[in-house]
């Protein structure tokens, strides 16, 4: 039987640990961008559920190819909370949440989720962080809830995309930790891979729901924007993140994913013409800073020898 995990040694220099975890973050880094653009033709549940859908198929051909070995007990019940987070809930609310919210302001709310990871790491694993961890984890969800509260003219209140952009935060946190101690024992693409087959029944009947009651009907470059949400955002991208952390030295290739927010707002003014404000610009910033302060704290209170979720 062939069986290949990331959680197992990779030989590699520590620059192709650091390549490889950039280029997944790269890829990563046009999932905002591509739906804003997705959402103009098709709609958040089609695309939130038939992303999953594909890369459902793809995660089977890639399981049955290397002949992995099912997961067994209570790993299927971590899987679905991995797909309740990762498959299912980031994809949807975000898909809901960009139909109004620009993709720049979206993606700067969505910069405080390594910070959230690390909060729920740190709980799922039983750590104890110094005191400046929560400290900074706790200014860092400060300051996306008032840069999204703070948005636009008028008094401060937060708007529903707002509230759903929060929400997947928390979702894709959920997932990520727990998905994190799975990968110990299943492997990281691996994970990934058995958390789609589980989540694909119910996937599979929203999106033909939601194909009947609305029809699909998008441009070229809108499927275009779906299909690479399907193989690159929920799959593929995985592989290359994954084997970066694999590869390591991982608690510095795991900081790579600090700059895709940077990146994403990059992708948002190039391929959407998307204007910076100061605002955005600013409370961006300040929402970066502390969710890397977050997680540098975190590394470097971890015990030496242990390797990072």
Do not use: N
């Amino acid at each position: 039987m062939k069986r290949q995990s990331s959680a197992t040694t990779v030989s590699g220099t520590p620059l192709s640990g650091l390549a490889w975890g950039l280029l997944g973050v790269a890829a990563f880094s046009f999932t905002v961008p591509f739906t804003r653009v997705a959402v103009g033709g098709l709609s958040p549940l089609f695309i939130g559920c038939g992303r999953a859908v594909v890369a459902a198929g793809l995660a089977t051909v890639a399981l049955l190819a290397t002949r992995q070995r099912l997961p067994h007990g209570r790993q299927w019940l971590r899987l679905g909370v991995v797909g309740a987070g990762v498959v299912a809930g980031f994809p949807l609310l975000t898909s809901y949440a960009l139909t109004t919210t620009p993709a720049g302001h979206s993606i700067m709310i969505i910069a405080v989720l390594p910070a959230a990871t690390a909060v729920l790491a740190v709980l799922r694993g039983h750590e104890r962080p110094p005191r400046a961890f929560w400290i900074a984890a706790g200014l860092g969800a400060l300051a996306a809830v008032g840069f999204a509260a703070a948005r636009g003219a008028g008094p401060l209140r937060l708007h529903w995309a707002d509230l759903l952009l929060l929400g997947a935060v928390l979702a894709a946190a959920i997932g990520y930790a727990e998905g994190g101690l799975l990968a110990r024992e299943l492997g990281a693409w691996q994970t990934v891979s058995w958390a789609l087959v589980l989540c694909a029944p119910p996937m599979l009947a929203l999106t033909l729901l939601s194909a009947a009651r609305d029809s699909p009907q998008a441009t070229p470059a809108q499927w275009a924007a779906f299909a690479y949400l399907a193989v690159v955002s929920m799959f593929l991208g995985f592989f290359a993140w994954y084997h970066g952390l694999a590869v390591g030295p991982m608690a510095q290739v795991s900081q790579v994913q600090l700059v895709q927010p940077v990146l994403g707002i990059g992708w948002a003014g190039l391929l959407l013409g998307e204007q910076l404000t100061a605002t955005t610009i600013g409370g961006g910033l300040v929402v970066i800073l502390c969710a890397g302060g977050a997680v540098r704290v975190r590394l470097g209170g971890r015990p030496a020898g242990r390797s990072a979720a």
